[in-house]
C-alpha cells in the first residue's frame, strides 16, 4: 500500500485567501501591508525565488519592494539597508535574501532586522525568544512543517519525531515547535551514528537536510509519517527532496510531495506573517 501524499497546495490557497481578506482591511484601514526583501546577489536561482514570492505578495494585496544592492555590496550596506527598512513605518515584513557576497555572513546581518519585521525568523533573537516560548515569528519553512501536521490532523502529543537536520533555517527551530506540541523530539545530523537506527523508531520524520535521496526505505518504520523539506534541484531542471519517495512512499503512511508539499505553505506564510506584523504595529 502506497503512503497517502500530504499535498501543501489546499493548504497554502486557504491561508493565501485569509491573508488576502485581511491584506484588503488593513488597506481599507489606512495601512497598506509592505514587504521588503533585500537582495545582494547575482544568483539566478535566488532572483526566481523572489521574483516568485513579489508575484505571489501582489496576488493577496501585500506590496513587496525588492531591494536590489548588487552582488558586491558590502555587508556594512546590506546591515545599514536592514536597519534602515527595520524603522520604516511603511514597512511591516523584512527577508534577507541569500546567498550573500564574500564574507557576509547572514546570522550577522539577519540581527539589523528588527524582530517584530523578522517574517522569516532569521535575526537570532527571534529563534532566542522562539525556544523561550515568546513572542516571535518562527521562519516560515518550519513553521510549515507543524502547519502541514496540523492540516491533516496529525497527532503529535507523546509521539516521538526524528528531525534530520539541525539548521536554524528549519531544523532547531522545527524542533522547538514540535516541542511545543508535546512531541518527543530527537534532533538528527551529520555526526550521528546509524541514522537509520533513530529515525525508524520515529512516529514521524521531518528530513531537512538539503541532500537528495539521503532518506531510504530503511530509515523509515511502516505507516510512518514522513515530511520532506528538501528542494534539490537536478540536472533536468526539477526539484527532488531529502527523500527518497520511490522506495519511501511503500512503507511510509503518508509522505509530503517533493515539490507541492512544504514549499507552497511556507510562501503562503511568509505573506501571513507579513499581514500580521502590520496587524500589530
Same mark, same amino acid.
Given at each position: 500500500?502506497?503512503?497517502?501524499?500530504?499535498?501543501?497546495?489546499?493548504?497554502?490557497?486557504?491561508?493565501?485567501?485569509?491573508?488576502?481578506?485581511? &491584506?484588503?482591511?488593513?488597506?481599507?484601514?489606512?495601512?497598506?501591508?509592505?514587504?521588503?526583501?533585500?537582495?545582494?546577489?547575482?544568483?539566478?536561482?535566488?532572483?526566481?525565488?523572489?521574483?516568485?514570492?513579489? $508575484?505571489?505578495?501582489?496576488?493577496?494585496?501585500?506590496?513587496?519592494?525588492?531591494?536590489?544592492?548588487?552582488?558586491? &555590496?558590502?555587508?556594512?550596506?546590506?546591515?545599514?539597508?536592514?536597519?534602515?527598512?527595520?524603522?520604516?513605518?511603511?514597512?511591516?515584513?523584512?527577508?534577507?535574501?541569500?546567498?550573500?557576497?564574500?564574507?557576509?555572513?547572514?546570522?550577522?546581518?539577519?540581527?539589523?532586522?528588527?524582530?517584530?519585521?523578522?517574517?522569516?525568523?532569521?535575526?537570532?533573537?527571534?529563534?532566542?525568544?522562539?525556544?523561550?516560548? %515568546?513572542?516571535?515569528?518562527?521562519?516560515?519553512? &518550519?513553521?510549515?512543517?507543524?502547519?502541514?501536521?496540523?492540516?491533516?490532523?496529525?497527532?503529535?502529543?507523546?509521539?516521538?519525531?526524528?528531525?534530520?537536520?539541525?539548521?536554524?533555517?528549519?531544523?532547531?527551530?522545527?524542533?522547538?515547535?514540535?516541542?511545543?506540541?508535546?512531541?518527543?523530539?530527537?534532533?538528527?545530523?551529520?555526526?550521528?551514528?546509524?541514522?537509520?537506527?533513530?529515525?525508524? $523508531?520515529?512516529?514521524?520524520?521531518?528530513?531537512?537536510?538539503?541532500?537528495?535521496? %539521503?532518506?531510504?526505505?530503511?530509515?523509515?518504520?511502516?505507516?510512518?509519517?514522513?515530511?520532506?523539506?528538501?528542494? $534539490?534541484?537536478?540536472?533536468?531542471?526539477?526539484?527532488?527532496?531529502?527523500?527518497?519517495?520511490?522506495?519511501?512512499?511503500?512503507?511510509?503512511?503518508?509522505?509530503?510531495?517533493?515539490?507541492?508539499?512544504?514549499?507552497?505553505?511556507?510562501?503562503?506564510?511568509?505573506?501571513?506573517?507579513?499581514?500580521?506584523?502590520?496587524?500589530?504595529?
Amino acid at each position: 500500500m502506497s503512503a497517502s501524499i500530504l499535498s501543501g497546495k489546499e493548504l497554502a490557497a486557504a491561508i493565501r485567501a485569509e491573508t488576502a481578506a485581511k &491584506a484588503a482591511e488593513l488597506t481599507a484601514a489606512g495601512r497598506p501591508p509592505k514587504l521588503a526583501v533585500v537582495v545582494a546577489t547575482a544568483d539566478e536561482s535566488s532572483a526566481w525565488y523572489v521574483r516568485s514570492i513579489a $508575484n505571489a505578495a501582489v496576488k493577496v494585496g501585500i506590496t513587496c519592494d525588492i531591494v536590489d544592492l548588487g552582488a558586491d &555590496a558590502a555587508p556594512a550596506d546590506i546591515r545599514h539597508k536592514l536597519a534602515s527598512l527595520s524603522i520604516d513605518e511603511t514597512v511591516h515584513g523584512v527577508i534577507l535574501q541569500t546567498p550573500l557576497p564574500h564574507g557576509a555572513k547572514p546570522e550577522d546581518l539577519a540581527g539589523a532586522i528588527a524582530f517584530e519585521k523578522d517574517i522569516d525568523g532569521a535575526n537570532p533573537l527571534s529563534l532566542g525568544r522562539l525556544a523561550a516560548g %515568546l513572542p516571535a515569528f518562527a521562519p516560515a519553512t &518550519a513553521e510549515a512543517v507543524i502547519a502541514i501536521l496540523d492540516h491533516y490532523q496529525i497527532e503529535l502529543t507523546g509521539r516521538r519525531v526524528a528531525v534530520v537536520g539541525r539548521s536554524t533555517v528549519v531544523g532547531k527551530p522545527a524542533a522547538h515547535l514540535l516541542l511545543d506540541k508535546n512531541a518527543t523530539v530527537t534532533v538528527c545530523h551529520s555526526r550521528t551514528k546509524d541514522l537509520a537506527a533513530v529515525t525508524s $523508531n520515529a512516529d514521524v520524520v521531518v528530513a531537512a537536510v538539503g541532500r537528495a535521496g %539521503l532518506i531510504t526505505a530503511e530509515h523509515i518504520r511502516p505507516g510512518a509519517v514522513v515530511v520532506d523539506v528538501g528542494t $534539490n534541484p537536478t540536472a533536468e531542471g526539477g526539484l527532488v527532496g531529502d527523500v527518497d519517495a520511490a522506495s519511501v512512499t511503500e512503507k511510509a503512511g503518508a509522505l509530503t510531495p517533493v515539490p507541492g508539499g512544504v514549499g507552497p505553505v511556507t510562501t503562503a506564510l511568509l505573506l501571513q506573517h507579513t499581514v500580521q506584523a502590520a496587524s500589530i504595529r
